[in-house]
Nanobody, 115 residues
Framework: QVQLVESGGGLVQPGGSLRLSCAAS????????MGWYRQAPGKRRDLVAT???????NYADSVKGRFTISRGSAKNLVLLQMNSLKPEDTAVYYC?????????WGKGTLVTVSS
């Protein structure tokens, strides 16, 4: 069993910043990729950013230049620094761990961008 626990969501004004964290525990594999997806009300779950075990990053076009994904030195922690937040960034953000094509998901953390 793999457990993913997200934290750091909340309410922020447009233009503000938040940092999301996700810690993986349990039967963690030796090499795996991690990332973040988000789902707004009434919409599908979409990619935000991913980072491989080796540190290669991939971002959705909508967040490039504003969000930064990183991993902790212990590799089982993934962070998402979100700057210049917009109302359209409002969504539930889900942490992902991917190993040999199998995806494991956290329960999500809500980010609301509103004045």
């Amino acid at each position: 069993q793999v457990q993913l626990v997200e934290s750091g969501g909340g309410l922020v004004q447009p233009g503000g910043s938040l940092r999301l964290s996700c810690a993986a525990s349990g039967s963690i594999f030796s090499i795996y990729d991690m990332g973040w997806y988000r789902q707004a009300p009434g919409k599908r779950r979409d990619l935000v950013a991913t980072i491989t075990y080796g540190g290669s990053r991939n971002y959705a076009d909508s967040v490039k230049g504003r969000f930064t994904i990183s991993r902790g030195s212990a590799k089982n922690l993934v962070l998402l620094q979100m700057n210049s937040l917009k109302p359209e960034d409002t969504a539930v953000y889900y942490c992902l761990l991917r190993h040999v094509g199998i995806d494991y998901w956290g329960k999500g953390t809500l980010v609301t961008v509103s004045s």
